[in-house]
């Protein structure tokens, strides 16, 4: 199958240009798929409840990024069979109607092919590619690839990089600027870290690229505080804990729908 | 006559030198790591060069390695295994250092660099439990934190390690995802440090990971190598015709070899567990942080490894063992759980000396090439004792003893 791609970083400037704060969720791709529902179905569900892009997840056996909820996600998801080409596949028919981002590790990109992989997913619709093993030291020859095939490669920021390594980071960031949140692997956490405002801030400071923040945003309000700053969130965990615990689309939604209300109000 | 290898690489470095300034050896190595540990394997790499420069650091290591670990090891001429596999055997007596194994020497070099550079805690993951248990030695010396990660499987299978970290007050936590086994050790250690970099050290136990620790570790043991090439100049009047050691990750080849990988003729052998052969059985990949030969499926999802020895039970290897592969300076081999069962008590029975599972492979090879190996000296780098596999091959040789 194929399908066209938007363009995740036109689409989320152009939120940021009309006064809106933007929302991405993440979602693991595969996860409840066959006899268990399909998983696009809760792809469709955020994105229609107010998601400007969805990055989905595609699984991997040794995530070392991920905290014990994606973590199980990936391990359920890979048990009923998820693939590379299968998710991006299931991508190329899903029309949720907004940007897609695929984040995976990047030994999945290597055995696939760079420029395969970037081919196939431009091909299936997807707009953006987030690799999160992948620093800036490692990642000229998979953005070449990206680059050549229309994807975008969204740069991850943490709080330990200095000055002089952010201004090279965003120099080479597509799509968004993903501020890692704290140190630490993706999760709830019950407080926002004030790591968070202070990487959104010396990121939005030397960049136009939109900044948003991941990793430990955990709620609504923790999302509109950071938003202060920053320009938009990812949310992955309590999404990702919303799925394996209803398995329902529309719990899902409602999920996102309670981020993009609080957002709004802001 | 054995073919005569170039000692060394077309551009006239030397065959175990430094790394590139990508942190490569060849094709293999490089750091796929978390942005968040980016900054802290830059500092590790400086503090590191620092360090190894400095001859004040080096005196307190070598003193540590010769008054705390027992160093230098033996070497031991070993007749009666000779007389048996047809071929002149020596042993590079690792095992007998304090912890048992050849891991206290790189982790005696960590834990001085983690305090130098003010670091309070140790971070480690532990397969067969020896570099768990070297590491909680280490902190118990130095008086810091200590936190080994350690799979849920070899918890069970390596009660004894358990306890002797515990006892030496590190914390030990199961990993229990995944496989529960070493690589999954690997992941959690990196997850605690992603969170704790800032505190903690990541005191990893092998030759491998992300740059500098593949080089890093490598020099913490290549004190093996050189004490071992002098001890076979003494013995012999020069370098035997053969050396050989297990791979896992592979820390002690990496140390045996580094003393003669430059020694025009000495052949260099690498042993793999069969169910665990990352250069045997892999083809390159990505994981743990470096490009090197992974035993994975055809999507690039790592493969459980399968061995007897949970010290060898990794599906990667280290990037420089995948460099000396590629270019022909080491050759690596598969041997079955079976044959290291036999060799696990050949040993035992010929030069009363029971060998760690891990180190048995070397020698479970060496049984088998005989043939090929008759007439010949075969230096072994016997990496560490066996008490501790004691309880488990109660049950496998229940019904041979």
Redesign the interface.
Known sequence: MSAVALDLEATLRGRRDAGAKTLVPYLTGGLFAGADGDWTDVLRSVASAGADAVEVGIP??????D??VI?QAS?LA?ASGA???GILDELAGVDAGVPLAVMTY???????GYERFAATARRCGVAAAIV???????SEPWCAAADGAGIQTV????????DE?LER?VARARGFVYA?GL???TGERAALADSATVIASRLKAITDVPVLVGVGISSPEQAVEVCEVADGVVVGTALVRRVLETRSPEAAGELIGSFRDALDRG | MPPVTEPVSASGEPVMGEPDPTGRFGDHGGRFVPESLMPALIELDAAFRDAWADPAFRSELDELLRSYAGRPSPLTDCHRLSEEVGCRVLLKREDLNHTGSHKINNVLGQALLARRMGKTRLVAETGAGQHGVATATAAALLGMDCLVYMGEVDMARQQLNVFRMRLLGAEVTPATSGSRTLKDAVNEAMRDWVATVESSHYCLGSVMGPHPYPWMVREFHRVIGVEAAAQCDDLLGGPPDVVVACVGGGSNAAGIFSGFAEVPGVELVGVEPAGGAAIGGGVPGIVHGMHSYLKQDEFGQVLEAESISAGLDYPGVGPEHSHLADVGRARYEPVTDDEVVDAFVLLSRTEGIIPALESAHALAWVSRARAELAGRTVLINLSGRGDKDVAQMMDVLADRL
């Open positions: 991997f056996s040794d995530p070392v990024m905290g014990p973590q391990e890979l693939t590379p080409p990047v030994n999945l990109v290597y055995r696939f999160p093993d992948l620093p800036l030291e490692e740069m991850l920021a943490a709080p330990t990089a200095p390594r980071i890692v140190m630490g692997v």
